[in-house]
């Protein structure tokens, strides 16, 4: 086992009851390191980032020569200091971080904000898919009146690393868990559908002593499992209960970032009521406004289909 290489993942999901005390002890230190983000930025989509940032939108504006709102002006973030919007508020531990927001710096940030400036101001969970996160820097890349550079890719360790798991976001989530316990060819053959894995989880913790995972390991878990291991296809995204439709995307970017979309699922109001919401949103919560005509009708079409008053 590559200790160097434990992932945040294993130190979110166990504790010394299921892994002995030193070996807790040792990998304290790899708490906050992740995979390098450039060979999944070079593979990024910025079409697919552009729909995450909408999550980013409710605070934070992305224009060039605009003030800051609830959150600083994310244009030129790339590249840009730490901490370096004129008269902005920032906490103490996030000037702390100092130098300029790079790739990785980035990359460590959108994951987990509070781990690294645990006195940070923006009240978000993070990125925890890995490919999410290299979708919405591809994004912020572009958001400059001269993108940086793409990073460059430097050749890894070897491709069986991870006992020849398939690439794929979970990968070390599911092989730090796995591998603590027993060995990789016990769970690889196995064929399940996402709700029998998500079945045998419980059942290792309830009857094995496992620590349970966190809910966003979890579910990176069950989607690598029934991806790579199941008899059924990607589930993909459950989107919070939101059903299929155009829309979906830009509803759950834009509403998750501030409250339970069960607010959402709850309302069943006219098209006119939901556009007044949003004015209400933006007029007395501070919500940026949705300035992309385009995103703001699909998501009012997405909302009156599912959620209308008919």
Known sequence: ?????????????????AIPAMLVTT????????????????????ERGEKLFLQCRACHLAEPGGRYTVGPNLWGIIGREVAAEPDFPYSESLQA????WDYEKLNRYLFDPGAIAPQTRMIFAGVKPATDRAHLIAYLRTLSDAPPAM??????????????????????????????????????????????????????????????PMAWARDLMLSYLSTHYGKLPEEGKDWDGLPPGEGREEVYYSCNACHSLKL?????????????????????????????????????????????SG
């Open 97 to 100: 971080i100092g130098g300029t």
């Open 151 to 212: 990073p460059e890719v430097i050749s890894d360790e070897a491709e069986d690393q991870y006992g020849g798991l398939p690439e794929g976001d979970g990968r070390e989530a599911v092989y730090f868990t796995c591998r603590a316990c027993h060995s990789l060819d016990q769970f690889i053959s196995k064929k399940l559908p996402r709700e029998d894995w998500d079945e045998l989880l419980d059942q290792m913790v309830a009857d094995n002593g496992m620590e349970a």
């Open 1 to 17: 086992m590559h200790l160097r290489r434990l992932k945040p993942y294993f130190i979110a999901l166990f504790t010394s009851a």
């Open 27 to 46: 990998l304290a230190s790899a708490e906050v390191k992740l995979d390098p983000i450039a060979p999944r930025l070079v593979k990024a989509s910025p």
């Open 264 to 308: 959402v699922t709850q309302q069943g109001m006219s098209r006119s009521r939901w556009d007044e919401t949003l004015e209400w949103m933006v007029e007395e919560q501070g919500m940026n406004e949705i300035a992309d005509a385009v995103t703001r009708t699909r998501i009012l079409d997405y909302l009156v289909t599912h959620f209308g």
